[in-house]
T-cell receptor
């Protein structure tokens, strides 16, 4: 299973873009990258996922490098409510199991 | 639309007891997975069930068991509770199809004394 590496913590000013990096250098060609966040011990909340192309939805954008060895989650205008632990997960094709790391603790500052 | 629901929200047990946690998936989802999250760590995979069959098991002892019912709801059972079983237990249901996104419930917080 491909492992992911994320910074332990990051700060971001409210209203600015938050860019959260993730390294997944052992990713295989058919493995998706998923991002979830967890706010204060609630259940993880799905944010976005992608395979090769960059993706955007109402919550965030996902930028995946051409070699797929790393990705960046972008919250375009961070708010205080975006303070959470953000998990980057590589899901093997046709498997059921998410392997969570320790994630990045994002603190949005007023 | 209702998301994944779990019950109870909180639970206190003593060592050696047994506990049953319940999960109802999103309507139309046939797959349910269970995760354990110890304080300060990411969730750890316990089980996945699809169409009432176990499709995967994580590295957990046999004290942990689960089942899925015809309506796709699920129970997680833990026997002979240990202090180390204190955790947030998360249930996730999964849509079908290639991209198979999992959606998590709010969790059940179990405290073993």
């Amino acid at each position: 299973d491909a492992k992911t590496t994320q910074p332990t913590s990051m700060d971001c000013a409210e209203g600015r873009a938050a860019n959260l990096p993730c390294n997944h250098s052992t990713i295989s060609g058919n493995e998706y990258v998923y991002w979830y966040r967890q706010i204060h011990s609630q259940g993880p909340q799905y944010i976005i996922h992608g395979l090769k192309n960059n993706e955007t939805n109402e919550m965030a954008s996902l930028i995946i490098t051409e070699d797929r060895k790393s990705s960046t989650l972008i919250l375009p205008h961070a708010t205080l409510r975006d303070t959470a632990v953000y998990y980057c997960i590589v899901r093997p094709f046709r498997t059921y199991k998410y392997i969570f790391g320790t994630g990045t603790r994002l603190k949005v500052l007023a | 639309d209702a998301g994944v629901t779990q019950s109870p929200t909180h639970l206190i047990k003593t060592r050696g007891q047994h506990v049953t946690l319940r999960c109802s998936p999103i309507s139309g989802h046939k797959s349910v997975s269970w995760y354990q999250q110890v304080l300060g760590q990411g969730p750890q995979f316990i089980f996945q069930y699809y169409e009432k069959e176990e499709r995967g098991r994580g590295n957990f002892p046999d004290r942990f068991s689960a089942r899925q019912f015809p309506n796709y709801s699920s129970e997680l059972n833990v026997n002979a509770l240990l202090l180390g079983d204190s955790a947030l237990y998360l249930c996730a249901s999964k849509s079908t199809g290639v991209e198979e996104t999992q959606y998590f419930g709010p969790g059940t917080r179990l405290l073993v004394l």
